[in-house]
């Protein structure tokens, strides 16, 4: 017997009570959304950060299953050619970028967390050389001090 019983579009099925393994914890991410607008230098460009917390499962006092945030995120930041910081609100958020001049550019966004961790997304490249929001390489996760590279691919979505 589940938790879930409705079927594959509802969640992963949970063991209602302890034992049965819990389902793998999602690690946080951040992400810039892909646009699909083209780049012009000195017109604004709205680019999206995505900011998800991440869950980690755990059996509750009663040996159900339970889960919550891995990390709670305080500020994001969007960096524009290593050099132009964009700055958000909690979690995430739209940012309004005028890139400065023709050519390619880098996008970058971290979500810094409570805890004082970063969780930092893979660079995207827009301009010239490039579609606009193609991810540029693999995303680098900093998180309790230490770095995590995650070596996906850079294709785009």
Known sequence: MTADDCGAGCGPALPVE??????????????????????????????????NEGERWFRDPNGGPGSGPIVTYAATTLVLDDATTLASGPGAGNFSVVFPHPGDHVLTASGGTTAGDDVVSRPVQAGNGALPGHRAGPRTLLSGGGRHRDESSGAPP
């Open 18 to 51: 302890g034992g049965g393994k819990l389902p793998a914890d999602t690690p946080p991410s951040v992400t810039v959304q892909p646009f699909a607008v083209p780049v012009v230098a000195g017109q604004p460009v709205s680019v999206a950060v995505v900011a």
